[in-house]
């Protein structure tokens, strides 16, 4: 199972890059791809960010051909684990928090804050003003707990903590306009609404697709899964199977699905009651 993971999470990332413009040109700079939350490296730009072990290395990509080493430097934890780069910030999830990093000159980041927390594995994806985070044991990260957690990254000095919901034994995530989706080991592939990120609503499980990582984009949800590359559909209300490259056994049949997503309208909170005008005296 191991095998097959390692496996499938490159191909999480050439399918990313797959439509990826400039890519195919020699000498030619990447533009910025997609990738999974469990990625140990990002792009932004002309520039990729590579993780091994805590060594954050960045490589200049301006020429596509000869890509060339321009830092290198510690991040400040015992085993760094995943990036996800957003605009102007890259975030590191470790076994114990989260840093998050200024990129706006890639070149040379600079740590802006953290979140430490018991020591679990912890991929982050990010939208706007909110990180996703699950917190996951097993293997090296024995001690750790399985939950999702929601953080208000808006000011990256000071990420503040808005929520938490227990899993299973969560693995990849990844956030596309309204729906978040987890990846939730043999539990299964989990689907949330996240109009309110102060309450989250979960609007189904499918536990016939165990995956380890997700990415969704344009509708199109892909999931590396323990038996294949699985591709799924959810432009309507409906999660549609499309397709499957098998990994490990060929002869697995793949899993197909039609479930309802089951959308559920998430009022806004309330605003706050307005501030009694207290008279002079």
């Known amino acids: 199972m191991k095998t097959l993971h390692r496996l499938a999470l490159p191909l999480l990332w050439i399918a990313a890059l797959a439509a990826t413009p400039g890519c195919a040109a020699r000498g030619a700079a990447p533009s910025t791809g997609k990738a999974g939350s469990m990625a140990r490296f990002a792009v932004k730009g002309s520039y990729l960010f590579a993780l091994s072990q805590r060594r954050l290395r960045v490589f200049s990509l301006k020429r596509g051909d000869a890509p060339r080493m321009v830092t290198q430097f510690n991040v400040p934890t015992w085993m760094a684990e995943t990036l996800f780069v957003t605009k102007n910030r890259l975030f590191v999830g470790s076994a114990n928090g989260m840093y998050i990093y200024d990129v706006k000159t890639p070149a040379r980041p600079r740590l802006l804050g953290q979140v430490l927390h018991f020591n679990s594995c912890d991929p982050v994806v990010v939208q706007g003003r909110y990180a996703y985070v699950t917190l996951r044991s097993g293997t090296r990260c024995r001690r750790g707990k399985n939950v999702l957690q929601v953080y208000d990254v808006s000011d990256s000095q000071r990420p503040r903590l808005l929520a938490s919901y227990p899993m299973t034994n969560p693995w990849g995530l990844g956030v596309d306009g309204n729906l978040l989706f987890v990846a939730d ?62 990994i490990g056994n060929p002869s697995t049949p793949p899993v197909k699905i039609s479930a309802p997503l089951q959308m559920v309208i998430v009022p806004p909170p309330p605003p706050p009651p307005p501030r009694k005008k207290i008279p002079r005296r």
């Open 185 to 246: 080991g043999r539990a299964g592939l989990k689907v949330f609404d996240i109009r309110d990120p102060r309450r989250l609503v979960h609007l189904s499980t499918h536990p016939t697709i165990k995956g380890y990582d997700v990415i969704p984009d344009k509708r199109i949800l892909i999931v590396s899964a323990e038996d294949g590359l699985y591709q799924l559909d959810y432009r309507t209300q409906t999660l549609q199977y499309l397709s499957r490259i098998p």
